[in-house]
Protein backbone atom coordinates (compact mmCIF):
# COMPACT_ATOMS: atom_id res chain seq x y z
CA UNK A 1 0.00 0.00 0.00
CA UNK A 2 1.02 3.23 -0.87
CA UNK A 3 1.22 6.01 1.46
CA UNK A 4 0.64 9.60 -0.13
CA UNK A 5 1.74 12.92 1.77
CA UNK A 6 -1.39 15.19 1.05
CA UNK A 7 0.54 18.17 1.94
CA UNK A 8 3.22 17.45 -0.56
CA UNK A 9 2.74 19.61 -4.21
CA UNK A 10 0.74 16.79 -6.05
CA UNK A 11 1.61 16.07 -9.91
CA UNK A 12 -0.50 14.89 -12.69
CA UNK A 13 0.34 11.60 -12.69
CA UNK A 14 0.32 10.66 -8.99
CA UNK A 15 -3.04 12.12 -8.44
CA UNK A 16 -4.03 10.05 -11.25
CA UNK A 17 -2.37 7.10 -9.68
CA UNK A 18 -4.01 7.82 -6.34
CA UNK A 19 -7.81 8.31 -8.16
CA UNK A 20 -7.46 5.42 -10.61
CA UNK A 21 -7.70 7.54 -13.59
CA UNK A 22 -5.58 8.58 -16.71
CA UNK A 23 -3.15 11.40 -16.44
CA UNK A 24 -5.04 12.80 -19.13
CA UNK A 25 -8.60 13.10 -17.29
CA UNK A 26 -6.36 15.05 -14.20
CA UNK A 27 -4.69 17.27 -17.10
CA UNK A 28 -7.42 18.02 -18.65
CA UNK A 29 -9.58 18.90 -15.20
CA UNK A 30 -6.34 21.20 -14.47
CA UNK A 31 -6.99 22.94 -18.20
CA UNK A 32 -10.41 23.78 -16.63
CA UNK A 33 -9.33 25.11 -13.92
CA UNK A 34 -10.97 22.49 -11.57
CA UNK A 35 -7.42 21.38 -10.06
CA UNK A 36 -5.09 24.59 -9.15
CA UNK A 37 -1.74 24.39 -10.33
CA UNK A 38 0.64 23.92 -7.73
CA UNK A 39 -2.16 22.56 -5.29
CA UNK A 40 -0.76 19.79 -2.72
CA UNK A 41 -2.78 16.13 -3.00
CA UNK A 42 -4.93 17.38 0.01
CA UNK A 43 -6.02 20.59 -1.84
CA UNK A 44 -6.50 18.76 -5.29
CA UNK A 45 -8.78 15.89 -3.13
CA UNK A 46 -11.20 18.66 -1.47
CA UNK A 47 -10.86 20.54 -5.03
CA UNK A 48 -11.85 17.28 -7.17
CA UNK A 49 -14.66 16.35 -4.36
CA UNK A 50 -16.19 19.88 -4.52
CA UNK A 51 -16.37 19.59 -8.35
CA UNK A 52 -17.94 16.12 -8.35
CA UNK A 53 -20.08 17.22 -5.93
CA UNK A 54 -21.50 20.22 -7.83
CA UNK A 55 -21.56 17.62 -10.61
CA UNK A 56 -23.93 15.47 -9.20
CA UNK A 57 -26.55 18.68 -7.73
CA UNK A 58 -26.79 19.90 -11.23
CA UNK A 59 -24.67 23.19 -10.35
CA UNK A 60 -21.56 21.98 -12.21
CA UNK A 61 -20.17 21.96 -15.62
CA UNK A 62 -21.66 21.83 -18.80
CA UNK A 63 -24.99 21.46 -16.74
CA UNK A 64 -24.67 24.26 -14.60
CA UNK A 65 -24.24 26.47 -17.79
CA UNK A 66 -27.86 24.38 -19.18
CA UNK A 67 -29.88 25.06 -16.10
CA UNK A 68 -28.82 28.37 -15.53
CA UNK A 69 -30.13 29.01 -19.35
CA UNK A 70 -32.61 27.21 -18.57
CA UNK A 71 -33.78 29.11 -15.89
CA UNK A 72 -33.01 32.36 -18.10
CA UNK A 73 -35.54 31.39 -21.04
CA UNK A 74 -37.94 30.10 -18.36
CA UNK A 75 -37.59 33.77 -16.69
CA UNK A 76 -38.55 35.44 -20.04
CA UNK A 77 -41.63 33.26 -21.15
CA UNK A 78 -42.90 34.01 -17.54
CA UNK A 79 -41.97 38.04 -18.19
CA UNK A 80 -43.66 37.48 -22.29
CA UNK A 81 -46.73 35.70 -20.80
CA UNK A 82 -47.46 38.83 -18.04
CA UNK A 83 -46.88 41.78 -20.51
CA UNK A 84 -49.35 39.78 -22.90
CA UNK A 85 -51.46 39.49 -19.73
CA UNK A 86 -51.49 43.05 -18.60
CA UNK A 87 -51.92 44.20 -22.18
CA UNK A 88 -55.07 41.96 -22.76
CA UNK A 89 -56.59 43.54 -19.75
CA UNK A 90 -56.00 47.08 -21.24
CA UNK A 91 -57.82 45.56 -24.39
CA UNK A 92 -54.44 46.22 -26.28
CA UNK A 93 -54.32 43.02 -27.90
CA UNK A 94 -55.85 41.81 -31.16
CA UNK A 95 -56.73 39.05 -31.84
CA UNK A 96 -54.42 37.65 -34.91
CA UNK A 97 -57.67 36.67 -37.59
CA UNK A 98 -59.62 40.12 -36.20
CA UNK A 99 -55.88 41.90 -37.48
CA UNK A 100 -56.04 40.50 -40.81
CA UNK A 101 -60.01 41.42 -41.31
CA UNK A 102 -59.18 44.67 -40.27
CA UNK A 103 -56.39 45.28 -42.62
CA UNK A 104 -58.01 43.30 -45.63
CA UNK A 105 -60.58 45.65 -45.50
CA UNK A 106 -59.26 48.89 -44.71
CA UNK A 107 -56.80 47.65 -48.18
CA UNK A 108 -60.06 47.21 -50.11
CA UNK A 109 -61.50 50.58 -48.99
CA UNK A 110 -58.27 51.99 -49.92
CA UNK A 111 -58.06 50.37 -53.38
CA UNK A 112 -61.87 51.51 -54.19
CA UNK A 113 -61.14 55.23 -52.94
CA UNK A 114 -57.60 55.27 -55.24
CA UNK A 115 -59.08 53.78 -58.34
CA UNK A 116 -62.68 55.77 -57.77
CA UNK A 117 -59.96 58.84 -57.24
CA UNK A 118 -57.77 58.36 -60.61
CA UNK A 119 -61.33 57.57 -62.59
CA UNK A 120 -62.47 60.83 -61.54
CA UNK A 121 -58.62 62.64 -62.52
CA UNK A 122 -59.01 60.93 -65.98
CA UNK A 123 -62.77 61.68 -66.88
CA UNK A 124 -61.82 65.30 -66.01
CA UNK A 125 -58.68 65.63 -68.36
CA UNK A 126 -60.57 63.60 -71.26
CA UNK A 127 -63.59 66.37 -70.81
CA UNK A 128 -61.42 69.41 -70.51
CA UNK A 129 -59.47 68.28 -73.20
CA UNK A 130 -61.81 66.62 -75.58
CA UNK A 131 -59.81 63.18 -75.52
CA UNK A 132 -59.97 60.13 -75.00
CA UNK A 133 -57.54 58.15 -72.62
CA UNK A 134 -57.20 54.32 -73.69
CA UNK A 135 -58.23 51.78 -70.58
CA UNK A 136 -54.65 50.14 -71.62
CA UNK A 137 -52.94 53.29 -70.79
CA UNK A 138 -55.84 53.43 -67.44
CA UNK A 139 -54.29 49.89 -66.30
CA UNK A 140 -50.70 50.71 -66.73
CA UNK A 141 -50.63 53.25 -63.97
CA UNK A 142 -53.53 52.54 -61.98
CA UNK A 143 -53.32 49.05 -62.33
CA UNK A 144 -50.48 48.50 -60.92
CA UNK A 145 -51.20 50.05 -57.77
CA UNK A 146 -54.31 48.12 -57.40
CA UNK A 147 -51.60 45.16 -57.59
CA UNK A 148 -49.23 46.20 -54.77
CA UNK A 149 -52.40 46.39 -52.60
CA UNK A 150 -53.90 43.00 -53.40
CA UNK A 151 -50.45 42.02 -52.59
CA UNK A 152 -50.04 43.18 -49.21
CA UNK A 153 -53.14 41.15 -48.53
CA UNK A 154 -51.33 38.24 -50.11
CA UNK A 155 -48.66 39.16 -47.42
CA UNK A 156 -50.71 39.32 -44.08
CA UNK A 157 -52.15 35.79 -45.36
CA UNK A 158 -50.91 33.34 -47.50
CA UNK A 159 -53.36 32.80 -50.11
CA UNK A 160 -55.37 35.42 -49.13
CA UNK A 161 -54.10 37.72 -52.17
CA UNK A 162 -54.94 34.73 -54.38
CA UNK A 163 -58.69 34.95 -54.60
CA UNK A 164 -60.05 37.98 -56.49
CA UNK A 165 -62.38 38.09 -53.62
CA UNK A 166 -60.43 39.66 -51.14
CA UNK A 167 -59.45 42.64 -52.66
CA UNK A 168 -61.63 43.60 -55.20
CA UNK A 169 -60.33 45.73 -58.41
CA UNK A 170 -61.75 49.07 -57.44
CA UNK A 171 -65.67 49.32 -58.92
CA UNK A 172 -67.27 51.83 -58.93
CA UNK A 173 -65.59 54.09 -61.75
CA UNK A 174 -67.94 56.88 -63.34
CA UNK A 175 -69.41 54.53 -65.97
CA UNK A 176 -70.93 52.53 -62.87
CA UNK A 177 -72.25 55.81 -61.09
CA UNK A 178 -68.83 57.21 -58.62
CA UNK A 179 -70.66 60.07 -56.80
CA UNK A 180 -69.56 63.75 -57.30
CA UNK A 181 -68.91 62.75 -61.45
Known amino acids: MTVIDLSQVATQTGFADLLGVSQQAISKQCKKGT???????????????????????????????????????????KTALNRLEYHEKLGRVIDIEEAKEFLGGWATFANRQFMQAFERMVLAIESQYD???????????????????????????PGAGDDSSDVPAAEGTADKGVPGI
Not at 50 to 58: E, V, W
Not at 69 to 74: F, L, M, P, W
Open 35 to 77: LAKGGTYGDWLRQYYDHLADQAAGRGGDEQANVAQATVEEKQV
Open 131 to 157: IEISPELREKYAGSATERIRGYVSKLS
